[in-house]
């Protein structure tokens, strides 16, 4: 984290005196190596691109700015943060269908006193001009942007291409870091210490399950995947998990989902077909079909497991209706951590 954010975030600490909160560390980027060109300094302290943009300091100060911007939200234009992007404009640029994501970034920008433009879908993400244009010109005009995009690399094209323009990656093809800020929020919440707790992830090894997995680690969350052979979690996370995993958390990958979910604290799954592959629903169905989270699996969890799932959900294939709509179901206490965590992200790297 560079010297400006670390400012922000300490001017801010002392703005709300009831709040404790870790002492905030001197980011260290990983090396190019580790996770292509978003390695580079030259998007330090400015962009979000991935969890492993913060190191644990960093996500443990989110998540607790995260709890106090939840506990103000009911203080309306009374709660500390309400100006805190007074005259700050940020452009939502998304190239994917979104609910959650869409409504609880323009929700929380509006409730921090900033402003949004929805540039057009046909002309936002280099259709008609170059990526880095696109950056060049939205940078003269609002502070940065929040997308929804395909590759990875057109968030990091986007960024490099300007000198201060903030991005925040709301989804791609390859990472979901905003869904896996709210997935540690709504944990921290049921259990408060996670140290020492697992977590297994039951399905397709995909951008859900990598953020999560990244997250996770760095509150010492072991983790389990149990995913078909060819649906597993990206080549080269083991590496950015040992850098970054605290308390002896662990990553495992299992095929068999029954000794994957075998007295976890949590069960978490997510669609068998991700955006842009429906081609091959039908024989994604019949590859994950022994991968459904229903009552039988969660039988062999913990007493007191909680299920998880970001949603949407297909229900009667990733998951039955009887694990979504059952008490142990957190599922609509990540899909409200998302206004709050995303709120807790804009401060930190938008507030003067």
Same mark, same amino acid.
């Given at each position: 984290?560079?010297?400006?954010?670390?400012?922000?975030?300490?001017?801010?600490?002392?703005?709300?005196?009831?709040?404790?909160?870790?002492?905030?560390?001197?980011?260290?980027?990983?090396?190019?190596?580790?996770?292509?060109?978003?390695?580079?300094?030259?998007?330090?302290?400015?962009? *979000?691109?991935?969890?492993?943009?913060?190191?644990?300091?960093?996500?443990?100060?989110?998540?607790?700015?995260?709890?106090?911007?939840?506990?103000?939200?009911?203080?309306?234009?009374? $709660?500390?943060?309400?100006?805190?992007?007074?005259?700050?404009?940020?452009?939502?640029? *998304?190239?994917?269908?979104?609910?959650?994501?869409?409504?609880?970034?323009?929700? !929380?920008?509006?409730?921090?006193?900033?402003? *949004?433009?929805?540039?057009?879908?046909?002309?936002?993400?280099?259709?008609?001009?170059?990526?880095?244009?696109?950056?060049?010109?939205?940078?003269?005009?609002?502070?940065?942007?929040?997308?929804?995009?395909?590759?990875?690399?057109?968030?990091?094209?986007?960024?490099? $291409?300007?000198?201060?323009?903030?991005?925040?990656? !709301?989804?791609?093809?390859?990472?979901?870091?905003?869904?896996?800020?709210?997935?540690?929020?709504?944990?921290?919440?049921?259990?408060?210490?996670?140290?020492?707790?697992?977590?297994?992830?039951?399905?397709?090894?995909?951008?859900?399950?990598?953020?999560?997995?990244?997250?996770?680690?760095?509150?010492?969350?072991?983790?389990?995947?149990?995913?078909?052979?060819?649906?597993?979690?990206?080549?080269?996370?083991?590496?950015?998990?040992?850098?970054?995993?605290?308390?002896?958390?662990?990553?495992?990958?299992?095929?068999?989902?029954? $000794?994957?979910?075998?007295?976890?604290?949590?069960?978490?799954?997510?669609?068998?077909?991700?955006?842009?592959?429906?081609?091959?629903?039908?024989?994604?169905?019949?590859?994950?079909?022994?991968?459904?989270?229903?009552?039988?699996?969660?039988?062999?969890?913990?007493?007191?497991?909680?299920?998880?799932?970001?949603?949407?959900?297909?229900?009667?294939?990733?998951?039955?209706?009887?694990?979504?709509?059952?008490?142990?179901? $957190?599922?609509?206490?990540?899909?409200?951590?998302?206004?709050?965590?995303?709120?807790?992200?804009?401060?930190?790297?938008?507030?003067?």
């Amino acid at each position: 984290m560079d010297l400006r954010l670390q400012r922000r975030v300490r001017a801010h600490q002392r703005g709300l005196p009831h709040l404790k909160l870790p002492t905030v560390t001197t980011y260290h980027p990983a090396p190019a190596t580790t996770h292509g060109p978003h390695g580079a300094g030259s998007l330090e302290g400015r962009c *979000f691109l991935s969890i492993l943009d913060f190191e644990p300091a960093d996500l443990e100060h989110a998540l607790a700015l995260s709890a106090t911007l939840k506990r103000d939200r009911p203080l309306g234009k009374e $709660a500390p943060t309400s100006a805190a992007l007074q005259g700050t404009y940020v452009a939502l640029l *998304f190239e994917k269908p979104s609910l959650r994501t869409r409504s609880t970034f323009e929700i !929380a920008i509006r409730e921090l006193g900033g402003n *949004f433009i929805v540039p057009s879908a046909d002309v936002a993400l280099g259709k008609r001009e170059s990526l880095a244009d696109v950056g060049r010109c939205l940078e003269r005009w609002v502070a940065g942007a929040v997308v929804r995009t395909y590759e990875q690399s057109r968030l990091t094209d986007l960024a490099l $291409a300007t000198t201060s323009f903030r991005v925040i990656n !709301a989804l791609s093809n390859e990472e979901h870091p905003c869904q896996a800020l709210a997935d540690c929020l709504t944990l921290k919440e049921r259990w408060g210490d996670p140290r020492g707790r697992t977590v297994t992830f039951v399905g397709d090894g995909n951008n859900v399950a990598t953020s999560f997995a990244q997250a996770a680690v760095m509150l010492g969350i072991h983790v389990r995947v149990a995913s078909p052979d060819g649906c597993d979690l990206p080549p080269g996370i083991d590496g950015d998990i040992a850098r970054v995993a605290r308390f002896g958390a662990e990553l495992t990958r299992f095929r068999d989902p029954v $000794a994957a979910v075998s007295g976890a604290d949590a069960v978490y799954t997510d669609v068998w077909t991700s955006m842009g592959r429906e081609a091959e629903v039908a024989e994604r169905r019949r590859l994950f079909a022994p991968y459904q989270v229903n009552d039988a699996l969660m039988a062999h969890a913990g007493k007191d497991a909680c299920f998880l799932h970001c949603l949407p959900a297909h229900r009667g294939e990733e998951v039955t209706d009887s694990v979504l709509d059952s008490p142990a179901s $957190a599922v609509f206490d990540q899909a409200e951590n998302r206004l709050h965590t995303q709120k807790a992200l804009l401060v930190m790297l938008f507030e003067d």
